[in-house]
């Protein structure tokens, strides 16, 4: 079917009109048809708009959005301020009119943006709780939902709990920080405390937040109050509570006092006071009751129940003490009880009280003394201060049971023998006025007496009484010190050339007992023939007859040198003064030829005295022998002598023994001893037949002689 050209053409022109009509402007147009805007901001410009020529545009009253906009030139503007909250979105229609009455609608959405522009908010902003002392750790105090914040802004909220008052923190706590809900977390005293207020806080931020001004935030006040428990025993008064903790009070035991078969009606005294126990639990202040329950041998004594006062039920026979057990009991919890001991000592009555002789004592005390120095007696700054209390209870009035203390002062104190101390640094002068007691802790009876103590300022130094310094002694020390080992060194020089000079006291000794026995008549005239050729006979005899006629000897230099003093000389026996010269003239060669020998490393010889023939060639040698010891057929060469010394056994006696000891201390001494001059006694009583004594001599000139004897 053919198209009709017209139509065609037609066809063509509407459509060459439609291509043509987006290219033109329109009449009314906005820079952003979706804008979004603040919260709680205006005014605030929202979109830029263009109105071409003749048109004009108007907000579409017909949409109730329209009336938080206005249009200002070529600005659209929000004039009512808008809450998120409540219109998060706004809806616009503006209707733009050409020159010729047509009209186009162009519609606007505007968002809302939300802002943190409100706070967390409790349901309760003031919360109370009462809750007993005894609540188990872990109970909820406050539910979570009773302090559970909200927030319009729909953030996050985040919760901390603090306390106000001191010395409470660590008791309460929240579950987290983001759960409010309110649970013991330590067991509670009543004691410490008994009420406390919790500060519970509510922030849409963390407290790290690093923006801490854009933080919105509430608080909650929860107060609690706590309510004391029955928790704790009765205590016994008085008592001492441990490391100042209250929940636990230590008593000590009760003690006192009855006179052996003495019936008292009264109340008994005890220390430290009546028996009398109290509910710790002061807010509840459960009666207490008192009863015996243990020690009360035979009844002899009853506790009453409501005051706890102990008496009598019998008289006490017996000199034994009592150790009572008193129990108190609560009256509405039984299980609440306290056990406390009570010690009843059995004693003699006593007559008389004890009583001071003197009704005021005086002391005096310098000022500046150290703690614990003495108060001395009031004119004479030498003698302590003593107080003391009698008794005529006691013969001699002296009371060993009676105890001193001061009562009204703090700066002294009494010793139990009555002394008076100062119990601190005195540091003013004054007078002190002091109440002393003495009391009989057995009897109990007391005795008081006044002392008046004059605290006065301390002498001023005189020079004399300088205090020398740490350094003054030291060099005080050293000078005495180089003293004493300068008399050191000089007592050993001492010592060291007496020992040189009296090296060999034993062998006086032995010249003392041989001249005893040549004194008394014992003499070999061939040993003196062969120990002194020199010596004739009429000399020797000469020298004997003015030995017993005791005429005194002319020649002494020998003697003289080895004695310091004519006492000691004359000390000797008078006997013996001869033979001791020669003795020592011989001592003297034999200690030269010991020292030669000693030289020339040789050792002498010791020849037995058992030896009966004499050889005249071995010159200084002779062999002697008791007279019951003599061999019969010894002949000539053996001469007897006879018994005349037995006179003289008494008076040797006692050499005999000094001579034996020393003997056999010098048995171990040095082998010079050996050498030169050796004895040895046997007594009579002794086992073996003879006594045998051996002496070495050695001289110096012609030769060298040994004899034995």
């Excluded at 902003?125 to 872990?138: A, G, H, L, M, S």
């Excluded at 405390?193 to 929860?222: C, H, K, Q």
Aim: aromatic content about 8%.
């Amino acid at each position: 079917m053919a198209v009709p050209q017209w139509l065609l053409m037609s066809a063509l022109f509407l459509l060459s009109r439609l291509a043509q009509i987006p290219a033109q402007e329109p009449g009314c147009s906005v820079n952003n048809s979706n804008p979004s805007v603040p919260e709680n901001k205006c005014p605030l410009v929202v979109a830029a708009i263009h109105v071409q020529p003749g048109f004009t545009l108007t907000i579409d009253p017909s949409y109730p959005d329209g009336q938080f906009f206005t249009i200002e030139g070529s600005e659209l503007q929000l004039t009512k301020c808008v809450d998120y909250e409540e219109d998060p979105l706004l809806l616009l229609s503006l209707t733009c009119q050409d020159p010729t009455g047509q009209s186009d609608s162009l519609q606007m959405l505007v968002t809302i943006l939300n802002e943190n522009d409100n706070s967390p908010m409790f349901p309760q902003p003031n919360v109370t709780r009462q809750i007993p002392e005894d609540t188990e750790v872990d109970t909820v105090i406050v539910a979570r939902e009773e302090v559970t914040a909200a927030d319009a802004d729909l953030d996050t909220i985040y919760y901390e709990l603090t306390t106000t008052a001191q010395n409470t923190d660590g008791y309460f706590a929240i579950r987290g920080v983001n759960n409010p809900e309110i649970y013991l977390q330590t067991a509670l005293d009543y004691d410490k405390f008994n009420s406390t207020t919790l500060l519970l806080y509510a922030r849409d931020r963390p407290v790290t937040s690093p923006e801490p001004n854009g933080t919105n935030m509430a608080t909650a006040t929860i107060t609690i109050t706590i309510k004391q428990s029955d928790t704790r025993a009765p205590w016994f008064l008085p008592c001492t509570q441990l490391h100042n903790d209250s929940s636990v009070c230590i008593s000590s035991p009760y003690s006192g006092r009855v006179n052996i078969s003495e019936m008292s009606t009264d109340p008994l005294l005890l220390e430290p006071g009546p028996i009398y126990a109290v509910d710790p639990d002061y807010t509840i202040s459960d009666r207490i009751v008192y009863r015996i329950v243990g020690g009360n041998t035979n009844e002899v004594f009853l506790v009453d129940a409501d005051t706890g006062n102990l008496t009598m039920n019998k008289i006490v026979t017996s000199p034994d003490s009592f150790l009572l057990q008193v129990m108190a009991t609560q009256v509405s919890n039984v299980r609440k009880y306290s056990v406390a001991t009570v010690e009843i000592k059995v004693v003699t009555k006593s007559n008389f009280p004890p009583y001071f002789e003197k009704g005021v004592y005086n002391g005096t005390v310098f000022v500046g003394l150290p703690q614990r120095s003495f108060v001395y007696q009031d004119g004479d700054p030498s003698t302590p201060l003593v107080i003391t209390a009698m008794d005529q209870d006691f013969p001699d009035k002296v009371n060993p049971n009676i105890e001193y203390y001061l009562k009204n002062s703090t700066d002294f104190i009494a010793t139990r023998d009555g002394l008076i101390l100062t119990n601190k640094v005195l540091e003013s002068p004054g007078t002190v006025t002091i109440q002393a007691v003495g009391k009989d802790v057995l009897s109990l009876q007391e005795a008081s007496t006044i002392i008046v103590v004059e605290v006065i300022l301390a002498p001023a130094v005189t020079p004399s009484d300088k205090m020398y310094s740490a350094q003054d002694m030291a060099v005080l020390g050293g000078t005495l010190a180089a003293l004493l080992l300068i008399a050191l060194v000089f007592l050993g020089v001492l010592i060291w050339k007496s020992s040189r000079w009296h090296r060999k006291p034993f062998k006086y000794l032995v010249k003392e007992k041989l001249s005893k026995e040549i004194s008394g008549g014992h003499q070999n005239n061939y040993y003196q023939e062969d120990e002194q050729p020199y010596v004739s006979t009429k000399q020797r005899e000469s020298e004997s007859s003015s030995v017993q006629t005791e005429s005194p000897v002319p020649e002494l230099p020998a003697l003289a040198s080895h004695f310091s003093s004519a006492e000691e000389t004359e000390s000797l026996p008078k006997g013996s003064i001869a033979s001791t010269v020669i003795l020592e003239e011989e001592e003297e060669e034999e200690e030269e030829e010991e020292e030669k020998e000693e030289e020339a490393g040789q050792e002498k010889e010791v020849k037995s005295i058992l030896k009966t023939d004499r050889h005249v060639a071995d010159d200084g040698y002779k062999a002697v022998w008791f007279k019951t010891d003599v061999d019969p057929e010894a002949g000539e060469r053996v001469e007897v002598i006879e018994d005349n010394a037995a006179d003289d056994d008494n008076d040797d006696d006692d050499s005999d023994q000094g001579l034996q000891k020393n003997e056999e201390e010098e048995s171990s001494g040095t082998d010079g001893y050996h050498q030169g001059l050796g004895v040895s006694f046997s007594s009579e009583n002794s086992s073996l037949p003879a006594v045998e004594v051996t002496v070495s001599m050695s001289h110096t000139g012609a030769g060298t002689d040994d004899t034995e004897m």
